[in-house]
């Protein structure tokens, strides 16, 4: 089960922290992703930590502002959001895959959590 939580309102050029805890099993060795959809649009790929090297994937148009990283305990996957703009409000999503291969393809994750809101008012 993957939970996420940290979503918000924020104004632009503001931060979020969204955080991704992990539950049931031990996701320390596997890809972890964040991905989101705006209303209107399809999921996208945002960003992804690979399980083997833990090796951070990004869409290239949150390069330089977002920050993917694994907590201490593994279990938990991060998602520091800096300097954030309108056109990232979307609904977040965390999401697991059974192996440890980094992938950007939605349908290659596993495992997804409910979503967190994430509104950027300009």
């Known amino acids: 089960q993957l939970v996420e939580s940290g979503g918000g309102l924020v104004q632009a050029g503001g931060s979020l922290r969204l955080s991704c805890a992990a539950s049931?099993?031990?996701?320390?060795?596997?890809?972890m992703g964040w991905f989101r959809q705006a209303p209107g649009k399809e999921r996208e790929f945002v960003a992804a930590?690979?399980?083997?090297?833990?090796?951070?994937y990004y869409q290239d148009s949150v390069k330089g502002r977002f920050t993917i990283s694994r907590g201490n305990a593994k279990n938990t996957v991060y998602l520091q959001m800096n300097s954030l703009k309108p056109e990232d409000t979307a609904v977040y999503y965390c999401?697991?895959?059974?192996?440890?291969?980094?992938?950007?393809?939605?349908?290659?994750?596993?495992?997804w959590g409910q979503g967190t809101q994430v509104t950027v008012s300009s």
């Open positions: 049931g099993r031990t996701y320390s060795k596997n890809t």
């Open positions: 999401a697991a895959r059974i192996t440890s291969l980094p992938s950007t393809l939605s349908q290659q994750y596993n495992y």
């Open positions: 930590i690979s399980g083997n090297a833990n090796t951070a």
